[in-house]
C-alpha cells in the first residue's frame, strides 16, 4: 500500500493487466510517500501504455527546466525512490518522479524500442549511459560473504575468490556514484584497484 500511490479497485484492476504492468519495474523494498501525486502518477502510466509523447516541469537545483515530446518507458522504483525512465531525443534518461511537476500528454504516438525495455529490466542502477566504465574492486574476507549473498553494487560480478577468502569484484557503470557510495560505507573493507585514479579520487 505504501509502495503504490494508490490501491483503488481500478488500480487493482490495472495490476492484473499485463499492459500497465508493463509500465512498471519495482527494484527494492522500501518507498517514497507520493501522497497527493497519485493523479499525475496515473497520467504517466496512460502515456506509457498508449506510447504517447509528453512533456513537464522539472524542477532542478539551477531551477526549472522544461522539457517536451519525451517518450516514457517505465515507473522505476529504485531503492525506495520512484523515477520515470523516459528518452529525450535519443538520449535515455530517468527523472526523480518527486521533481515532475505539470505533466501533458501530447497527441504524438512514439514507436517504443523493445531494446530499451530490456536494458532496464537488466540495469541494476537509475545511472542509464551506454558508455559504461568497468571498475575492479578488491574487497577483504570479514564483509566477503555479504558481497556473495546479493549483488551489492550495480553489475556485480565475482572475478575470483582470493586465498584468504576475499574477492575480486568487477562492475561495468554508467556513472561513478553506482561504486563511491558502497565503497565508502565498507570502508576499509573494500578498495578500488582499478581505475587507480577513482580510488584516488574518492580518498
Known amino acids: 500500500r ?3 500511490p494508490s490501491l483503488s479497485d481500478d488500480f487493482l484492476r490495472d495490476i492484473f493487466d499485463t499492459r500497465i504492468q508493463s509500465a512498471l519495474l519495482v527494484k527494492g523494498h522500501s518507498y517514497e510517500d507520493l501522497a497527493g501525486k ?3 502518477f496515473r497520467q504517466l502510466e496512460q502515456a506509457i501504455v498508449a506510447h504517447r ?14 522539457y517536451t515530446d519525451i517518450a516514457p518507458y517505465k515507473l522505476m522504483n529504485h531503492k ?11 538520449k535515455l534518461k530517468t527523472y526523480a ?9 501530447l497527441d504524438k504516438q512514439f514507436t ?6 530490456k536494458t532496464l529490466v537488466e540495469e541494476d542502477g537509475i545511472w542509464l549511459s551506454e558508455d559504461k566504465k568497468e571498475i575492479v574492486l578488491k574487497i577483504a574476507h570479514e564483509v566477503a560473504g555479504y558481497f556473495k549473498r546479493r549483488k551489492l553494487i550495480a553489475n556485480q560480478i565475482i572475478e575470483k575468490e582470493l586465498e ?40
Request: proline share 6%; net charge negative.
Open 112 to 117: 517504443p524500442d523493445h531494446d530499451i525495455d
Open 80 to 90: 525506495g525512490i520512484w523515477y520515470l525512465a523516459a528518452k529525450d531525443g535519443e
Open 97 to 105: 518522479f518527486t521533481r515532475i511537476e505539470c505533466v501533458r500528454i
Open 53 to 66: 509523447l509528453i512533456a513537464f516541469d522539472y524542477a532542478k537545483e539551477a531551477g526549472t527546466k522544461f
Open 2 to 4: 505504501g509502495l503504490f
Open 164 to 203: 584468504d577468502g576475499g574477492l575480486i569484484v568487477s562492475a561495468r557503470v554508467g556513472h561513478a556514484n553506482q561504486i563511491i557510495p558502497i565503497v565508502r560505507y565498507w570502508i576499509p573493507h573494500i578498495r578500488i584497484i582499478s581505475p587507480e585514479d577513482l580510488q584516488h579520487e574518492m580518498e
Open 38 to 40: 497519485e493523479p499525475m
